[in-house]
């Protein structure tokens, strides 16, 4: 973007993020990690881990057996709450909760995708509520998906009521993150894949979320290209894990830690209303909706998150970056129209990596009730951030209906 576009004035509110380790085999750092950061608090505490993750990981695949093995090795094991379901209801991390409190761990291991991600934040939280300390339990976020919940302060969960709610507190981001692609391969393609478009939606919605710095938009664009790239990489070689270890790390570039709260965009926001209430993936969430999502925003950006949008499509690869005239690197200096066309073409390439992952979907497969449009849309519109570029009726006429 040009200089004169750029915000004059700002700031970049850090994680408590401490670590990344990235690589095939660099789970074995866990040990190391985990004694390192129970001594930032307490130099003289015994390191005892409680594991997070959910049945499948833990009943069909080897992965939460070579963890558990590994800690207790070292006399680090504390447990294993395996119970961690889709949207992470909160029946289930309450129960997670009374288990690390009666085992006296003092670190969370979460090991999966977003829900026990999460529900290792929001169980951090909740301990930290109840016991009055001074410090969060430290969390480490071992991912087997590309949904990038390791780099955030949010705490998603499904309350009571079946709705999507959360926990938000500036400590409560994991301090360690964990990146294996050997941990990845056992992880089906299909949500491999889709949970990668949750990271492609995460990039593209930094690029119009009002207050990101622009470092970290910067960053999304790179995210953009290496996510069209490596996702469309791994569809055709599943099994490699060089690929699939590529596609961890672009995935982190498009969520980079940065402190902050709510959803990232209107995207995100139709896929907390839409994924707890009616059993749809995260990742699916974002296919169903970014593309349409990417389209209305084109038509109603202005200024710098306009330029900014359109000039992601300079970061599409040539084959997704359609007829529409290249306006460089630089999008800013190109009049509005080629601007909105430019943003509008990212929208269709969203849509045709969608095809091409073999990811397509509507509501109704999911048996969203048509009816119930209207209420999604009001929900969405009801919460939405002071000054938000779309309105109720565009989100059901632009997006719900579309997407139907």
């Known amino acids: 973007m040009a200089l004169s576009l750029l915000p004059s004035s700002g700031s970049y509110l850090c994680t408590p993020l401490r670590a990344v380790h990235w690589g095939p085999g660099s789970v074995s750092n866990l040990p190391t990690v985990i004694r390192s950061l129970v001594s930032a608090y307490d130099k003289t505490a015994q390191p005892k881990a409680l594991i997070i993750t959910g049945k499948t990981l833990l009943e069909k695949t080897p992965v939460i057996g070579d963890v558990r093995k590994m800690l207790e090795k070292v006399g680090m094991f504390g447990g294993v709450f395996s119970e961690i379901g889709q949207h992470a209801p909160i029946k289930q991390v309450k129960a997670a909760q009374r288990l690390a409190e009666d085992n006296k761990v003092n670190v969370l291991v979460s090991v999966g995708g977003g829900s026990p991600i999460d529900s290792a934040k929001a169980i951090a939280y909740f301990i930290h509520e109840s016991s009055g300390s001074e410090h969060f339990m430290p969390h480490i976020a071992v991912p087997t998906t590309l949904s990038v919940a390791e780099t955030t302060q949010n705490a998603g969960f499904t309350n009571e009521q079946g709705q999507k709610a959360g926990v938000n507190h500036p400590d409560n981001a994991p301090r360690a993150i964990i990146y294996d692609a050997n941990l990845a391969m056992y992880t089906p393609l299909r949500l491999w894949l889709s949970t990668g478009m949750r990271a492609v939606d995460h990039a593209i919605e930094t690029m119009y979320r009002d207050g990101a710095p622009p470092q970290v938009r910067h960053m999304a664009l790179f995210a953009i290209k290496g996510l069209f790239e490596a996702l469309e990489a791994c569809k055709r070689n599943p099994d490699d894990v060089k690929i699939r270890q590529n596609c961890y790390l ?13 959803a990232l965009g209107l995207s995100h926001a139709l896929g907390h209303k839409l994924g707890a209430t009616y059993g749809i993936p995260h990742g699916i969430c974002s296919v169903l909706t970014l593309p349409e999502t990417v389209k209305l925003m084109s038509r109603n950006l202005q200024g710098y998150d306009l330029a ?30 080629a601007q909105r066309a430019a943003a509008h073409q990212v929208g269709e390439a969203v849509a045709l990596l969608v095809k091409t992952l073999e990811l397509e979907s509507t509501l109704k497969e999911y048996k969203v009730p048509k009816e119930d449009l209207e209420s999604i849309a009001g929900k969405v519109d009801g919460s939405k951030p002071e000054g938000a570029p779309y309105k109720k009726e565009q989100i059901i006429d632009s997006i719900l209906t579309k997407i139907y």
């Open 250 to 262: 672009v995935a982190w570039e498009s969520l980079w830690p940065l402190a902050r709260a709510g």
């Open 308 to 337: 900014c949008l359109a000039t992601a499509h300079a970061f599409l690869p040539p084959t997704y970056q359609g007829s529409v005239d290249k306006l460089g690197l630089d999008a800013s200096t190109g009049s509005e129209e």
